[in-house]
């Protein structure tokens, strides 16, 4: 069984600060992942993917990938009130007819407190 | 349309009856997905589809759920004899690549679906 596991919080960061969301993931042939955020009674929107080792780096989040210990995570930075949501790490193994397939973790619910 | 239109947006109905939902994703998208939601929990898998074919349904929980695809565009998934814990969001994401950048899905609103 694969599986992505998230903390699932709440993690509440002041206004301004970094907030560190963080993910792993049981199979090792992964190929690619995704982080989405899901305001509450919305559904998920993609803001985030990562294929290679190291940081990926959009505006104020940064992805960042480690193959060899099965992590993943998500880094935002000023945080601010509008970035809390509940963020889902996802990753896609990849290959056969599971090729696109999406296996989502739980979500860490991120609160943002001016 | 710009998105991914589902309906309902809500569905009330009594157990033991069948539902029907609908998924019109985004126009040239050919993989199609669906997920169903439960109350406080991750995004759960159903079905793919590529163009009208379903390589993967490994997610479907039982029998009484079923899902099609015509044109290689509107989908439906189909519930039977509803039951109680049924009840969740379930939601339809399209993707414009099967390739490299497969994972890059873009969902719908939804359907609540509740079952009494």
């Known amino acids: 069984q694969k599986e992505v596991e998230q903390n699932s919080g709440p993690l509440s960061v002041p206004e301004g600060a970094i907030a560190s969301l963080n993910c792993t993931y049981s199979?090792?042939?992964?190929?690619?992942f995704f982080w989405y955020r899901q305001y509450s009674g919305k559904s998920p929107e993609l803001i985030m993917f990562i294929y290679s080792n190291g940081d990926k780096e959009d505006g104020r989040f940064t992805a960042q990938l480690n193959k060899a210990s099965q992590y993943v995570s998500l880094l935002i930075r000023d945080s601010q009130p509008s970035d809390s949501a509940t963020y889902l790490c996802?990753?896609?193994w990849g290959g056969g007819t599971s090729y696109g397939k999406l296996t989502f973790g739980q979500g860490t619910i991120l609160t943002v407190h001016p | 349309g710009a998105g991914v239109s589902q309906s309902p947006s809500n569905k009330v109905t009594e157990k033991g009856k069948d539902v029907e939902l609908r998924c019109d994703p985004i126009s040239g998208h050919t993989a199609l997905y669906w997920y169903r939601q439960s109350l406080g929990q991750g995004l759960e898998f159903l079905i793919y589809?590529?163009?009208?074919?379903?390589?993967?349904k490994s997610g479907l929980p039982s029998d009484r759920f079923s899902a099609e695809r015509t044109g290689g565009s509107v989908s439906t998934l189909t519930i039977q004899r509803t039951q109680q814990e049924d009840s969740a969001v379930y939601l339809c994401?399209?993707?414009?690549?099967?390739?490299?950048?497969?994972?890059?899905?873009?969902f719908g609103e939804g359907s609540r679906l509740t079952v009494l």
């Open positions: 199979d090792r042939g992964s190929q690619s």
């Open positions: 996802a990753v896609n």
């Open positions: 994401a399209s993707s414009p690549l099967a390739g490299g950048e497969a994972g890059e899905l873009f």
């Open positions: 589809f590529q163009g009208n074919s379903a390589p993967d």
